[in-house]
């Protein structure tokens, strides 16, 4: 079965420089989250979108932005990066409008400011 | 607004030991329960689910949780743990909006599991 799609895997990035990441969600799924999981930490939620508008906002910095697009992929960008922007950015999918979907997870895109 | 507790950061058994991690939330409303796992170096994957009836949900490789509503607890259960099962553990509160119907996921601080053979 298709699963959520993340890409890139590994991105190595300076600071003060400009990453985007990017995420194709299940088939039919219209809702995407995106998560932050530090080194060691819990996964922290970012922000989240259902059917192309932002749904809700987490710890997400004002450096950061992302959208949802008509194909229901959503692209996190990320702006002068620093060093503790390093973590693994997980998006996931579900579909919203059904009350007991869960979230199902990408691999995640590895992230290293240096 | 929902949080999620897993008091056992680090746990370590022995293979064939039982497995129970604890995970307590806090939320007045409508829940669903999860715990996903982590193994080493690879991605968030459920391993089971609550969303109503039988409160004793059985999920993939032999785990199963308890969901007891008065407690606000949905902890996770193993008979006997193998070596395989060394990974991060993690419970996740998913709390409805009435409004929207948008649904939110809140993960504990993850449980970091050892089994050595």
């Known amino acids: 079965a298709a699963g959520v799609i993340q890409s890139p895997r590994h991105l190595i990035k300076e600071k003060r420089e400009t990453a985007t990441l990017k995420c194709y969600p299940i088939?039919?799924?219209?809702?995407v989250y995106w998560y932050q999981q530090g080194p060691g930490q819990d996964p922290q939620f970012l922000i989240s979108?259902?059917?192309?508008?932002?749904?809700d906002k987490g710890s997400i910095p004002d450096r950061f932005s992302a959208q949802q697009f008509s194909d229901y992929h959503s692209e996190l960008n990320m702006s002068s990066l620093e060093l503790g922007d390093s973590a693994l950015y997980f998006c996931?999918?579900?579909?919203?409008?059904?009350?007991?979907?869960?979230?199902?997870f990408g691999n995640g895109t590895r992230l290293t400011v240096t | 607004a929902q949080s999620v507790s897993q008091h056992n950061h680090h746990v370590i058994l022995s293979e064939a030991a039982s497995l129970e991690l604890g995970c307590n939330y806090s939320y007045g409303g409508t829940v669903n329960l999860f715990w996903y796992v982590q193994y080493p170096g690879q991605h968030l994957q459920l391993l089971l689910k609550?969303?109503?009836?039988?409160?004793l949900v059985k999920g993939i490789k032999g785990f199963e949780a308890e969901f007891i509503k008065s407690k606000f607890s949905f902890n996770l259960r193993k008979p006997s743990v193998q070596w395989s099962d060394t990974a991060e553990y993690f419970c996740a509160v998913n709390a409805r909006r009435k409004n929207t119907g948008f649904q939110k996921l809140v993960f504990g601080t993850g449980t970091r599991l050892l089994v050595s053979p």
């Open positions: 609550y969303f109503s009836g039988d409160p």
């Open positions: 088939p039919r799924h219209d809702t």
């Open positions: 979108f259902y059917e192309k508008m932002q749904s």
């Open positions: 996931a999918s579900s579909l919203g409008g059904a009350r007991n979907s869960p979230l199902h």
